[in-house]
């Protein structure tokens, strides 16, 4: 960490942002574990910097677009724990009343505009609520996350291609974790840097440490500012590793265990923490109250979801056209 600081409040909000993930991580594991809650269940553990040093510079009425495996972007982005909980449950409290379910979130009033199960089409998406936020002549921006194999795919060129011409006030976050589901990087993508695509497309592309939140906090800051003040768009690439297989039950056999012991051992939570307490940015008692009523909050949220009932059958043609949709 060695660019300028930012202030207290920041570096606390984003290691907040942090714990939650990766506590609600460890419980979802946890419950499906138990067998108490089925689903499929995509693992951020790991790439927990990356939306909270994003969600540090944004406000509520920005927003974020990603794809299944974005469940740390919600959290990052501040949506209820009890509607994500009860989504991905597939029960009728949550966000889209159980019918979305965890591939497919959508909560507008924290700016979490929608998760896909498509690769690549958080990208579209996000260039087209920034179109919109661009004629209504509001600040706000777009946010679209995407792993690295979603780079190799149409929809990113397209998207990246048509922000630029518009300058859309878009930030292109890539994950790059290393693996595009079961495939190793080198394996699939021909350049070293995902960023430097963005040459192409006449727009700034930064690489970055994904585990390093000042560094990503100060990537993601220019970026905001930059799209917000009209000067288009920029992609990220932010460097990361996840730390378990694609999705819940994968034994990521297929993963070098030197390279995945390497980046363990970099655990950016705890590593994260222990820098807040020695440099005096936080005390030990202050974070340790954190944790424990952010435990208290997903405690809250588990048990409400498996308190809450699944839709009923007359809801499946139900919220199927705007003029429908039922509060």
Not at 178 to 204: C, D, F, L, W
Not at 215 to 227: D, S
Not at 304 to 316: G, H, I, M, Q, V
């Given at each position: 960490?060695?660019?300028?600081?930012?202030?207290?409040?920041?570096?606390?909000?984003?290691?907040?942002?942090?714990?939650?993930?990766?506590?609600?991580?460890?419980?979802?594991?946890?419950?499906?574990?138990?067998?108490?809650?089925?689903?499929?269940?995509?693992?951020?553990?790991?790439?927990?910097?990356?939306?909270?040093?994003?969600?540090?510079?944004?406000?509520?009425?920005?927003?974020?677009?990603?794809?299944?495996?974005?469940?740390?972007?919600?959290?990052?982005?501040?949506?209820?724990?009890?509607?994500?909980?009860?989504?991905?449950?597939?029960?009728?409290?949550?966000?889209?009343?159980?019918?979305?379910?965890?591939?497919?979130?959508?909560?507008?009033?924290?700016?979490?505009?929608?998760?896909?199960?498509?690769?690549?089409?958080?990208?579209?998406?996000?260039?087209?609520?920034?179109?919109?936020?661009?004629?209504?002549g509001e600040k706000r921006v777009a946010v679209a996350y995407f792993g690295d194999g979603a780079s190799n795919i149409g929809a990113f060129h397209e998207a990246l291609?048509?922000?630029?011409?518009?300058?859309?006030?878009?930030?292109?976050?890539?994950?790059?974790?290393?693996?595009?589901?079961?495939?190793?990087?080198?394996?699939?993508?021909?350049?070293?840097?995902?960023?430097?695509?963005?040459?192409?497309?006449?727009?700034?592309?930064?690489?970055?440490?994904?585990?390093?939140?000042?560094?990503?906090?100060?990537?993601?800051?220019?970026?905001?500012?930059?799209?917000?003040?009209?000067?288009?768009?920029?992609l990220i690439e932010a460097k990361t590793f996840r730390f378990h297989g694609h999705v819940f039950g994968d034994a990521d056999a297929y993963m070098d265990k030197g390279?995945?012991?390497?980046?363990?051992?970099?655990?950016?939570?705890?590593?994260?923490?222990?820098?807040?307490?020695?440099?005096?940015?936080?005390?030990?008692?202050?974070?340790?109250?954190?944790?424990?009523?952010?435990?208290?909050?997903?405690?809250?949220?588990?048990?409400?979801?498996?308190?809450?009932?699944?839709?009923?059958?007359?809801?499946?043609?139900?919220?199927?056209?705007?003029?429908?949709?039922?509060?």
């Amino acid at each position: 960490m060695t660019a300028a600081i930012p202030d207290r409040d920041v570096l606390v909000g984003i290691y907040q942002r942090m714990t939650r993930i990766k506590q609600n991580d460890e419980r979802f594991r946890a419950v499906l574990k138990s067998g108490k809650l089925v689903m499929p269940y995509y693992s951020p553990r790991g790439q927990e910097v990356i939306p909270s040093a994003v969600s540090a510079c944004l406000t509520a009425e920005d927003y974020i677009c990603t794809i299944y495996r974005g469940v740390h972007d919600m959290i990052a982005k501040g949506i209820p724990l009890k509607d994500l909980w009860a989504e991905f449950g597939g029960r009728v409290t949550g966000t889209c009343k159980g019918k979305g379910g965890p591939m497919h979130v959508t909560h507008p009033a924290t700016g979490v505009m929608v998760t896909t199960g498509i690769v690549g089409s958080s990208m579209p998406i996000a260039n087209g609520l920034a179109l919109a936020a661009q004629i209504r002549g509001e600040k706000r921006v777009a946010v679209a996350y995407f792993g690295d194999g979603a780079s190799n795919i149409g929809a990113f060129h397209e998207a990246l291609n048509m922000a630029s011409v518009w300058k859309l006030p878009v930030i292109f976050v890539c994950q790059n974790n290393g693996y595009a589901e079961h495939t190793k990087y080198a394996y699939g993508t021909s350049v070293a840097n995902i960023a430097q695509r963005a040459v192409a497309y006449s727009m700034p592309g930064v690489t970055v440490d994904g585990n390093d939140p000042v560094a990503m906090y100060h990537a993601a800051r220019e970026a905001v500012e930059r799209a917000r003040a009209g000067q288009g768009p920029t992609l990220i690439e932010a460097k990361t590793f996840r730390f378990h297989g694609h999705v819940f039950g994968d034994a990521d056999a297929y993963m070098d265990k030197g390279e995945k012991d390497a980046w363990m051992a970099k655990d950016p939570v705890p590593l994260f923490r222990a820098w807040l307490i020695a440099t005096g940015h936080a005390s030990e008692t202050e974070l340790a109250d954190m944790e424990a009523l952010i435990a208290g909050e997903i405690d809250e949220a588990v048990e409400f979801t498996l308190n809450s009932p699944y839709p009923d059958l007359a809801e499946l043609k139900r919220d199927i056209f705007k003029d429908e949709v039922t509060a």
